[in-house]
């Protein structure tokens, strides 16, 4: 059995493509283990300000109590993807990027000394071993052809979950979801038959 962290980030609740196709990738590969959930269009994570950004950088003694609870939610987060074996991230394509929500998440979780450090011989992701599957729904196509070079979503996670560590990384792509709806139930149906055959090698 496996343990898996589910991260959805779509608003769009029950009608989420993104989150849908994800859930399903998550329970599969779980195999009856455990599948923990953090649904960011329901529960948005707040942006970094002030008072997080000063308690991820200080002690916890150092900490006022505001900045302490803001470091208690930042810790819970990275808890949360530390204890994972396997992360199955979720988000739509907007404006050419992912939702913020998941951004916040991914700031919250990037944690120098914690989930990366900095060395003589560089930077050194500290968040190793974990298999990361990216499900990107969009309208049009944007894994390959004209559009591609406007899809900054998952050349971004790459990089950033690369430098935490996790360069194990496979992307289930659901597009053309806006081209009617022959071509959406064809994109659903591929991206349903990729996320079996990737169950079935995990």
Same mark, same amino acid.
Do not use: C
């Given at each position: 059995?496996?343990?898996?962290?589910?991260?959805?980030?779509? &608003?769009?609740?029950?009608?989420?493509?993104?989150?849908?196709?994800?859930?399903?990738?998550?329970?599969?590969?779980?195999?009856?283990?455990?599948?923990?959930?953090?649904?960011?269009?329901?529960?948005?994570? &707040?942006?970094?300000?002030?008072?997080?950004?000063?308690?991820?950088?200080?002690?916890?003694?150092?900490?006022?109590?505001?900045?302490?609870?803001?470091?208690?939610?930042?810790?819970?987060?990275?808890?949360?993807?530390?204890?994972?074996?396997?992360?199955?991230?979720?988000?739509?394509?907007?404006?050419?990027?992912?939702?913020?929500?998941?951004?916040?998440?991914?700031?919250?979780?990037?944690?120098?000394?914690?989930?990366?450090?900095?060395?003589?011989?560089? &930077?050194?992701?500290?968040?190793?071993?974990?298999?990361?599957?990216?499900?990107?729904?969009?309208?049009?196509?944007?894994?390959?052809?004209?559009?591609?070079?406007?899809?900054?979503?998952?050349?971004?996670?790459?990089?950033?979950?690369?430098?935490?560590?996790?360069?194990?990384?496979?992307?289930?792509?659901?597009?053309?979801?806006?081209?009617?709806?022959?071509?959406?139930?064809?994109?659903?149906?591929?991206?349903?038959?990729?996320?079996?055959?990737?169950?079935?090698?995990?």
């Amino acid at each position: 059995m496996t343990s898996v962290l589910l991260v959805t980030s779509s &608003p769009r609740g029950a009608e989420s493509v993104s989150s849908k196709v994800a859930s399903e990738l998550a329970t599969a590969i779980a195999k009856g283990g455990n599948v923990t959930v953090r649904d960011l269009g329901k529960s948005p994570i &707040p942006h970094l300000d002030t008072v997080t950004t000063a308690a991820i950088r200080k002690a916890p003694a150092d900490r006022t109590p505001e900045e302490a609870a803001a470091a208690d939610f930042s810790d819970k987060l990275v808890a949360e993807l530390q204890a994972a074996d396997t992360i199955v991230l979720a988000s739509g394509l907007i404006n050419f990027g992912l939702y913020s929500t998941l951004k916040s998440w991914v700031d919250n979780i990037a944690r120098a000394g914690v989930t990366f450090r900095y060395t003589e011989a560089g &930077p050194e992701g500290l968040v190793k071993g974990k298999k990361v599957y990216v499900v990107l729904a969009s309208g049009g196509v944007y894994s390959q052809g004209p559009a591609a070079a406007m899809n900054h979503a998952v050349p971004y996670l790459k990089t950033v979950l690369g430098f935490l560590g996790m360069t194990d990384v496979d992307v289930v792509p659901v597009e053309g979801l806006a081209f009617g709806p022959e071509a959406a139930s064809k994109a659903i149906e591929a991206a349903t038959a990729r996320t079996q055959e990737l169950a079935n090698a995990a």
